[in-house]
């Protein structure tokens, strides 16, 4: 028979268990479904307050399993799509009660083999396990105890990253979960020309995706899937590192200046980006078929360094080389253009 107060087994995570009190709390607007999405920023506090985005996934992901794929009978008079809270709680092995408190947001303290239960319960892929998980963490984790990062005005590649980045001769570079572009290696500022184009610094694909439609429509010719990944990619760093700043402005901003984004954030999805093939326009060379790597870099947390290549001889193969010869004409061309602007130099005798 269940406890009233729920499982009090398994390993806690190891995470400090303050309380929420006496907070002086700012609110920045992003959205939901109907309602602007409350990312909440708190000073003078010991923990953060992610109850609303818990309780935004927690059941957002129940309403799309339905009993049957739980395999519990269909019932009748249900009046809203998916499980209810209590064959959640049933799958779980756990109180009603307690399942409804998690799903309230209240994660605190909450011991990993919990966490898991709700997972294997609500039947979640690996990207949304690990993003759970990150909301466990984040709920109990002190900001002075978040993994100190550099911002994206501070950050400078050390020589032999920029060394690496040259010796590949394919398009690379280097990103962040705001997803600014902060070095690339020269194939890849031609590969993301139109991204470049854009004044602010650095270069962002979000904003690109988001708030240069023209450009990246061209660039992206399934957009609509780019659009879908680049939300899910954002959601997943925001719940991974919920104190930054810059991300919950570059949220706030995007939910402001384009629906598209605002409806995407809304339905909660993550995404773990490491491989797979994406089709690009270029506008110098065409259409592209590229497969992709990415891979974190381990002495610089919350960076990843993502490569593109094409299959060796096929038409995109050919299209790259061709992109690589335009690229160096480029940059021949603007050396020229500096030289002749700064003018001859004179040996000092």
């Given at each position: 028979?269940?406890?009233?107060?729920?499982?009090?087994?398994?390993?806690?995570?190891?995470?400090?268990?303050?309380?929420?009190?006496?907070?002086?709390?700012?609110?920045?607007?992003?959205?939901?479904?109907?309602?602007?999405f409350r990312l909440r920023a708190r000073r003078n506090v010991e923990v953060v307050d992610n109850r609303d985005e818990v309780r935004e996934f927690l059941t957002s992901r129940r309403a799309k399993i339905t009993p049957e794929q739980a395999g519990l009978p269909p019932g009748s008079k249900?009046?809203?799509?998916?499980?209810?809270?209590?064959?959640?709680?049933?799958?779980?092995?756990?109180?009603?009660?307690?399942?409804?408190?998690?799903?309230?947001?209240?994660?605190?303290?909450?011991?990993?083999?919990?966490?898991?239960?709700?997972?294997?319960a609500l039947q979640l892929d690996e990207a949304e396990r690990t993003y759970l998980f990150d909301l466990a963490r984040a709920a109990n984790r002190s900001p002075e105890a978040r993994p100190r990062r550099k911002t994206s005005a501070q950050w400078t590649p050390r020589p032999s990253l920029?060394?690496?980045?040259?010796?590949?001769?394919?398009?690379?570079?280097?990103?962040?979960?705001?997803?600014?572009?902060?070095?690339?290696?020269?194939?890849?500022?031609?590969?993301?020309?139109?991204?470049?184009?854009?004044?602010?610094?650095?270069?962002?694909?979000?904003?690109?995706?988001?708030?240069?439609?023209?450009?990246?429509?061209?660039?992206?010719?399934?957009?609509?899937?780019?659009?879908?990944?680049?939300?899910?990619?954002?959601?997943?760093?925001?719940?991974?590192?919920?104190?930054?700043?810059?991300?919950?402005?570059?949220?706030?901003?995007?939910?402001?200046?384009?629906?598209?984004?605002?409806?995407?954030?809304?339905?909660?999805?993550?995404?773990?980006?490491?491989?797979?093939?994406?089709?690009?326009?270029?506008?110098?060379?065409?259409?592209?078929?590229?497969?992709?790597?990415?891979?974190?870099?381990?002495?610089?947390?919350?960076?990843?360094?993502?490569?593109?290549?094409?299959?060796?001889?096929?038409?995109?193969?050919?299209?790259?080389?061709?992109?690589?010869?335009?690229?160096?004409?480029?940059?021949?061309?603007?050396?020229?253009?500096?030289?002749?602007?700064?003018?001859?130099?004179?040996?000092?005798?």
């Open positions: 028979m269940f406890s009233s107060i729920g499982p009090t087994v398994g390993r806690p995570l190891n995470i400090n268990q303050s309380a929420r009190r006496g907070a002086l709390e700012r609110t920045v607007e992003t959205c939901t479904a109907n309602t602007p249900r009046r809203v799509p998916g499980l209810r809270r209590g064959e959640v709680a049933l799958l779980a092995n756990m109180s009603v009660e307690y399942y409804s408190r998690l799903e309230r947001g209240s994660l605190g303290g909450v011991s990993e083999s919990v966490i898991d239960a709700v997972a294997k920029r060394h690496t980045l040259d010796a590949i001769s394919a398009p690379a570079f280097v990103r962040n979960g705001r997803m600014d572009i902060l070095a690339a290696n020269q194939f890849g500022h031609a590969f993301y020309s139109d991204a470049f184009a854009a004044p602010e610094r650095p270069a962002n694909l979000a904003r690109f995706a988001f708030l240069d439609v023209e450009r990246a429509g061209r660039f992206y010719p399934n957009w609509e899937a780019t659009a879908d990944i680049t939300v899910a990619i954002l959601r997943t760093e925001a719940g991974r590192d919920p104190h930054d700043k810059a991300l919950h402005d570059l949220i706030g901003e995007l939910s402001t200046r384009s629906d598209e984004f605002r409806i995407r954030w809304a339905g909660h999805n993550v995404r773990l980006h490491g491989s797979g093939v994406k089709r690009f326009h270029h506008a110098v060379v065409g259409e592209l078929d590229l497969a992709y790597e990415s891979m974190e870099l381990t002495t610089e947390p919350g960076l990843t360094l993502t490569v593109y290549t094409a299959e060796p001889a096929s038409p995109s193969d050919e299209r790259l080389r061709l992109l690589a010869s335009w690229s160096t004409a480029e940059q021949a061309n603007r050396r020229s253009s500096e030289s002749n602007t700064t003018g001859p130099t004179r040996d000092v005798p």
